[in-house]
């Protein structure tokens, strides 16, 4: 028994992260890259090849949102990711948010967790989408 939990205890945290469907895809559908908008507008998520499930639940091949505002480098892929002002959670499987930001350039990146908020391995993420603010 102790050889066993020895090598649990070796294994990296990403051996034990929540696998990802291989042709799984986040994007963002709205705002498209490069739009101006508003202070307050709707940022619309799309997801393909995976589901949508609430934070939570542990359904395979399933994950919920998070939103990155101009978050500059992405969370530790090893642990839940923390809920922030540059790090949204839309843990109740939420497809869209309204955001109000003041003026100015923002990037937006979509990234999916498991039921405990840790990005799956491989990572499914957007492409990043740069928007200004009016």
């Not at 908008?37 to 499930?53: E, H, K, P, Y």
């Not at 109000?100 to 999916?112: A, K, V």
């Amino acid at each position: 028994m102790k050889n066993w939990m020895a090598s649990v205890l070796l294994l990296s945290p990403l051996a034990l992260a929540t696998p990802a469907p291989e042709d799984a895809k986040a994007y963002i559908i709205s705002p498209a890259d490069g739009e101006e908008v508003a202070q307050t507008f709707i940022v619309r998520f799309g997801l393909s090849g995976m589901g949508v499930a609430p934070a939570g639940v542990e359904k395979a091949g399933t994950g919920h949102h998070h939103l990155l505002i101009n978050a500059g480098e992405l969370p530790d892929m090893s642990t839940p990711m923390p809920a922030s002002e540059q790090l949204k959670h839309f843990g109740g499987g939420q497809t869209e948010t309204e955001l109000n930001l003041p003026p100015g350039d923002y990037s937006l990146q979509l990234i999916m967790g498991d039921h405990l908020h840790v990005p799956h391995q491989p990572p499914v993420l957007s492409e990043p989408v740069r928007v200004t603010v009016k």
